[in-house]
Protein backbone atom coordinates (compact mmCIF):
# COMPACT_ATOMS: atom_id res chain seq x y z
CA UNK A 1 0.00 0.00 0.00
CA UNK A 2 2.54 2.94 0.88
CA UNK A 3 4.48 2.17 -2.59
CA UNK A 4 0.58 3.16 -3.68
CA UNK A 5 0.97 6.46 -1.47
CA UNK A 6 4.44 6.74 -2.66
CA UNK A 7 3.35 6.92 -6.77
CA UNK A 8 1.26 9.67 -5.64
CA UNK A 9 -2.32 7.54 -6.16
CA UNK A 10 -4.93 8.27 -4.60
CA UNK A 11 -5.55 4.83 -2.55
CA UNK A 12 -9.51 5.69 -1.72
CA UNK A 13 -10.05 6.14 -5.09
CA UNK A 14 -7.97 2.98 -6.53
CA UNK A 15 -9.65 0.78 -3.69
CA UNK A 16 -13.14 2.11 -5.22
CA UNK A 17 -12.11 1.37 -8.35
CA UNK A 18 -10.90 -2.01 -7.53
CA UNK A 19 -14.10 -2.94 -5.76
CA UNK A 20 -16.30 -1.81 -8.57
CA UNK A 21 -14.20 -3.91 -11.59
CA UNK A 22 -14.32 -6.60 -9.26
CA UNK A 23 -18.01 -5.77 -8.96
CA UNK A 24 -18.83 -5.39 -12.28
CA UNK A 25 -16.75 -8.11 -13.38
CA UNK A 26 -19.25 -10.62 -11.23
CA UNK A 27 -22.74 -8.95 -11.89
CA UNK A 28 -22.34 -7.51 -14.69
CA UNK A 29 -20.62 -10.44 -17.03
CA UNK A 30 -20.83 -12.97 -14.88
CA UNK A 31 -16.53 -14.10 -14.51
CA UNK A 32 -14.20 -13.37 -11.73
CA UNK A 33 -10.78 -12.86 -11.39
CA UNK A 34 -9.51 -16.04 -9.17
CA UNK A 35 -6.38 -15.11 -7.79
CA UNK A 36 -6.69 -11.53 -7.39
CA UNK A 37 -3.45 -10.89 -4.74
CA UNK A 38 -1.24 -7.98 -5.33
CA UNK A 39 1.17 -9.62 -7.82
CA UNK A 40 -2.05 -10.05 -10.47
CA UNK A 41 -3.40 -6.33 -9.48
CA UNK A 42 -1.02 -3.35 -10.83
CA UNK A 43 -2.29 0.08 -9.78
CA UNK A 44 -2.12 2.57 -12.88
CA UNK A 45 -0.27 5.86 -12.46
CA UNK A 46 -3.63 7.30 -14.16
CA UNK A 47 -5.65 5.54 -11.50
CA UNK A 48 -6.81 2.69 -13.51
CA UNK A 49 -6.42 -1.26 -12.38
CA UNK A 50 -4.89 -3.59 -14.42
CA UNK A 51 -5.27 -7.13 -13.87
CA UNK A 52 -2.40 -9.82 -14.90
CA UNK A 53 -1.90 -13.49 -14.82
CA UNK A 54 -5.62 -14.42 -15.87
CA UNK A 55 -5.15 -18.38 -15.25
CA UNK A 56 -7.67 -18.48 -12.94
CA UNK A 57 -10.72 -16.92 -14.44
CA UNK A 58 -13.97 -18.11 -14.47
CA UNK A 59 -17.30 -18.13 -15.91
CA UNK A 60 -20.66 -17.84 -13.57
CA UNK A 61 -23.19 -20.06 -15.37
CA UNK A 62 -26.20 -18.42 -16.14
CA UNK A 63 -28.36 -19.88 -13.56
CA UNK A 64 -25.37 -18.63 -10.86
CA UNK A 65 -25.32 -15.30 -12.36
CA UNK A 66 -28.96 -15.03 -11.83
CA UNK A 67 -28.94 -15.99 -8.62
CA UNK A 68 -26.50 -14.29 -7.40
CA UNK A 69 -27.63 -10.79 -8.97
CA UNK A 70 -31.46 -11.76 -7.04
CA UNK A 71 -29.62 -12.30 -4.29
CA UNK A 72 -27.65 -8.93 -4.35
CA UNK A 73 -30.69 -7.04 -5.30
CA UNK A 74 -32.56 -8.63 -2.35
CA UNK A 75 -29.95 -7.50 0.28
Do not use: C
Not at 28 to 47: K, Q, S, T, V
Amino acid sequence: MQAIKDAGINVPAFITVGVSAALRQLLEFGLFHGDPHPGNIFAMRDGRIAYVDFGNVAVLSQVSSWSMNTFILLL
